[in-house]
């Protein structure tokens, strides 16, 4: 292979499509873009939703519901996973270090899945009915802060 034959991939460039010059190419005159109107004009365009002038769909109908922006960064953790800790006492930092945890979440809360068979003391963390049960069994505590 010399430099000089390098080509780019079949199909990953297309031919640029060349617009008004004549009938016989297909895109003369009106170029593609039909008879009159605002999309047929030089800079005619308008926002995306705009209908027009008449009232757009996203304002006719109506706001519905809540969507939390931190939900994504309220995580869930096993009880078996508390086990990829290496310290007794754990928090929100050290579920960070040990990769249990996203490094961008906010808070954590422990469920009632998998086993645990170690003494662990949580703190600043939540804990499930059952996964505090479970933790308490084993003789760990949660600490309620």
Request: glycine residues 16%; charged residues 25%.
């Amino acid at each position: 292979m010399r430099l000089n034959t390098i080509k780019p991939g079949a199909g990953s460039k297309s031919v640029v499509k060349r617009v008004g010059r004549g009938i016989g190419s297909g895109l003369g005159k009106t170029c593609g873009r039909g008879h009159k109107g605002q999309k047929s004009r030089a800079g005619g365009f308008h926002k995306v939703g705009f209908e027009g002038g008449q009232m757009p769909l996203q304002r006719r109908l109506p706001k519905r519901g809540f969507v939390s922006l931190t939900r994504d960064r309220n995580v869930e953790v096993r009880l078996s996973e508390l086990a990829a800790a290496p310290v007794e006492e754990i928090d929100l930092l050290t579920l960070k270090q040990a990769g249990v945890v996203p490094g961008n979440a906010l808070s954590a809360k422990v469920i009632l899945s998998g086993k645990i068979d170690r003494k662990v003391v949580l703190r600043g963390i939540g804990a499930t009915k059952g996964a505090r049960a479970a933790i308490e069994a084993v003789g760990g505590s949660v600490a309620t802060e």
